[in-house]
């Protein structure tokens, strides 16, 4: 796959144009044109604007702002996601304040630590104070402006004090949560703090600025600007590195072709084995058919990925490889070393800060032609020219995929760039057996939105804590943040309560808990390391007894805690997966015993560490989540931890018209382990009762196939929102929640994603996507024959249901009600029927004996409004009135109930129109109870001799800005002659924009009055 460089277009500026000291000083960048989207960024700051650029990895968004303080020797704050993956930033930033005389300070909590014990904390604000420019995380801001107005003062008080530009870098790196802080935080430093800053926002992915350009302009009271810039990149190639041979496996498996027909390969597989590029095309999905004929086929197709890597040592450019795991990194590097020498060098989180840096430092010289991490490289660190990316395994995020891919090119003199994956996990062949198209098709999907939003509560919640904090600000508090904290029972009074000092402690920024993450130990037989710390919510999620940590290779065997019988884990333990340890922990032994009896059932010999290293084993822990209603608290609690055995030799089902899945054996077993931890938040949630007899796999296809489409057609990241399916006897309830409070759910349009749940085709990704995210409803697909419509036709069910709670207020005869939103959602629909004959008042004239006639029968679902008029002669109706005939058909098809007023009238219209088979239909309808007569209820309610016009005018405002006068007075200056050609099209033409409009008022108060009187049949 190729895909062109990109170059951004370059002004006759040069930096030194604009700083003459870079080149005094005889920094590279001096003699560089400035890009235009950094001039324009300079343009725009010179204006008194704030400023969003938004552009890819390479195109000098440091230095689009930083020209701008230098030049005016401002003083800034540059917030970066974690310092530790902006090295890249922090040295260019260092060297051009060096270089101008300008003092840049690092500053964060280990910083604060290192200060403590050396020189004090004064000489620590002294030099903040001093700075220029201050580099910080969001973290400790967050806990700097929490610090404020209490007797710790923050450490850059007086710098932000006097703060003139306040920088976001990054901005694709945070959660919905984050992001919402990170607003809150704009706005606490603004009103509270520096009340001449203005916002830079640095992003690559942010795709719809709006939002945060209004929230930036309203905050500052300044305007706002948005830039694009090019990403710099070159021109790049992908390739996909299958293995040796592929010719002689194929050859091998066609001689084979009567075993693999007889153990049930479908025709798309039998014709790969005809042809050998369908074969390359189908190569993983016939490796698995011809391994459940119980053919052997090698695992890595005889292809060691060192024997390519070792090429490269000779390149001029660096090549990055990355890997799925510390252990596999250091085992390629080891490799390597071993064949090519020192040129080799691994790189993660686990090595010594300094040594880090020294193979950095040694990748810029030339002496490193090949760096190996699982992660670290990925982001904020430039070390050179990169020509070339490397991926053993594929990382299962797109995104994290990019900003590996991120790093390469990024020098101009870099003409051509590649990238090689060598497919090693579950993720990469769940994506081939669909064939390449679908490897094509997630590399080229466009990278999940920033689920960025003012209007989330969480930006409420958390200005809310802070001013409520102090005394001094708590008369800030808007009323919107008193309403908020008082409903979450956080405040007494302007002040915090208990429950809202807790809060307030817990609230921190990359997660709602203390201050500190989870120990992590990786336990050995020679040592105990302490690995990188995991957050409480991963602890509930990721880190029970009995979890793979995937990172190391390990299965948690053990925790640290405050006492035996709290909650309160400090530390996990880590060790080997490996029969020795398993067998040293009781809960552990039984799982490896359950695992040693389904190998012998499958008839294989068990082997624990080749089936985890083949994918064949992961964990899961499956957690009790009570979930918001609204925006309030959610709590997580681990239940207990799931192992998936997978059985390693497949399964073929042949579906559709000759269509080969191939499945594995599944066995799910729980781990007989305490869990310990508790994971809490404020979100957005809620909960429908679905349909008692729907079943609960089937809804969880349903409500994975919604995810589904949220990724595929609106680019929101998966797990954005969630889903579960619970089972409360006979009844059967959805709950979702967001897991990071997003407010998606506050403003979600149901109706709108209704219909592009109803129009969205899915192909060979979504197969692989399924069985990735949601393993039991990609099972449920499978058992329905790969039959994409089942799927829909449950998300559709499941919308509904959301849709039938949505509310408007109604105001009738006085009162105010809350009823649902018309939609076709509540499976009902409103039915009127109206004649225009010939006489004084007539659309028609002409001769007295005409006794033609206009009619409508028209039809409101709730969303769709049908009002074919047609012409009705002595012979009988035209065909118009067979187009609602059979609407009325469809819907009740679709279990819709149809309501109408006055049922003798309209059956006396009818027959007078001569329309037998609508009037049988209706009848039949009326006996079955799915048409009713709303007259009588009407009659209860407005008195025995009310009008249908007293039911319209009953609803208050239903009718403002819209037609409400009767149909004979609205069309009484309306006048076709009969005894011209054409009149009946003219006619019709005349009279059918104005009585759509009147159908739609006289129609839209009988389905509210449906609503009223007849709840019951409410979907929801």
Known sequence: MRREGSRPKRVEVRFRDLLPELAERGLEIAEKQLYVHQMRALIALNSDKNLILRSGTGSGKTEAWFVYVARKRLKAMAVYPTLALANDQIRRLKSYCEAL??????????????????????????????????????????????????????????????????????????????????LAMMAILREEVSPKVRFVVLTAMLKDPTGLAEYVRRITGKEVEVIDGLPFSAENYTYVVFGKDLRRLWEGLRGARPVIEAAGAGRDALQALEDFQKFRASLFKVMEVARAAGIEVP????????????RYVEDEGITLVFTKSIAKAEEVARALRERVGDAVASHHHLLEKSLRAEVEERARRGEVKILVSPRTLSQGIDIGQIVRTVHIGLPDSLREFLQKEGRKGRREEVERTETLIFPSSGWDYNLLRRGPSALLKWLELPREILVINPENKYVVLVKGLIRLSNPNRAVNASPEELELLSRLGLRDGLQLNDRGKRALLNLNFYEFAPPYGIKRIRRTK?????????????????????????????????????????????????EDIAEHVLRRHDPLAYVLEEYYAFARRWGVTPDIRRDYRAGLIHSDVICVVRPPEGFERYVKIPNRTIWTVMSRVPKVVVVGDGKT??????????????????????????????????????????????????????????????????????RKFLTVHEPDSAGLLEGMDWVKLREIVATYNPDELDEALLESVNELGYSALVAKGMDWEVARHYALSIIDRFIARERIRVEFRGKELMLPKPSRALKRAAMLVYTLSVGERSVLTGSSEQQDELYAVAVFDGESLKVPVGVFTPEGPDEAYLESSAYVSKLVDQEFTIYTYDVESLEAALTRLKMKSLKAKLAGLQGENLLIDLSPHASRLLGPDHTFRD??????????????????????????????????????????????????VELTALYLLSLIVDPRRDAG
């Not at 594995?664 to 404020?682: C, H, L, N, S």
């Open 526 to 574: 020679e040592s105990e390391k302490y690995l990188e710390e995991i957050s409480h919510a991963d602890l509930v999620e990721k880190f029970q007894i009995g979890c793979i940590d995937y990172t190391s290779d390990g299965v948690v065997t053990a925790f640290r805690k405050t006492d035996s019988k709290g909650r309160v884990v400090t530390g996990v333990i880590v």
């Open 951 to 1000: 039911v319209v005018e009953s609803f208050v405002g239903l009718a403002e800005g819209r037609v409400v006068t009767p149909i004979d007075v609205l069309l009484r200056g309306i006048r076709v002659q009969t005894s011209r050609r054409g009149w009946r099209e003219k006619a019709v033409n005349a009279v059918a924009p104005a009585l759509e409009k009147l159908a739609e």
């Open 299 to 310: 695992e890595d197709l005889g292809l060691n990925p060192v024997e390519v890597l070792e």
């Open 661 to 730: 899945v191939v499945m594995r054996e599944a066995k799910r077993m729980a781990v007989p382990a305490i869990t310990d931890g508790i994971y809490t938040d404020f979100s957005y949630g809620t909960m429908v009762e679905l349909d008692p007899r729907t079943e609960p796999d089937l809804a969880r296809l349903g409500a994975a196939f919604i995810e589904l489409v949220m990724r595929r057609a609106l680019s929101i990241p998966f797990w954005t929102i969630a889903y579960d399916v619970l089972v409360m006897g006979e």
């Open 101 to 182: 005389g300008m003092k840049a300070t690092i500053v964060d909590s280990p910083t604060v630590k290192e200060y403590a014990k050396s020189s004090g904390t004064r000489a620590l604000r002294y030099e903040i104070s001093g700075s220029d420019v201050v580099i910080t995380n969001p973290a400790f801001l967050l806990n700097e402006l929490k610090r404020i107005g209490t007797d710790r003062p923050p450490y850059t008080r007086s710098f932000l004090e006097n703060l003139d530009l306040l920088v976001i870098d990054d901005l694709d790196f945070y959660n919905p949560r984050s992001l919402a802080i990170m």
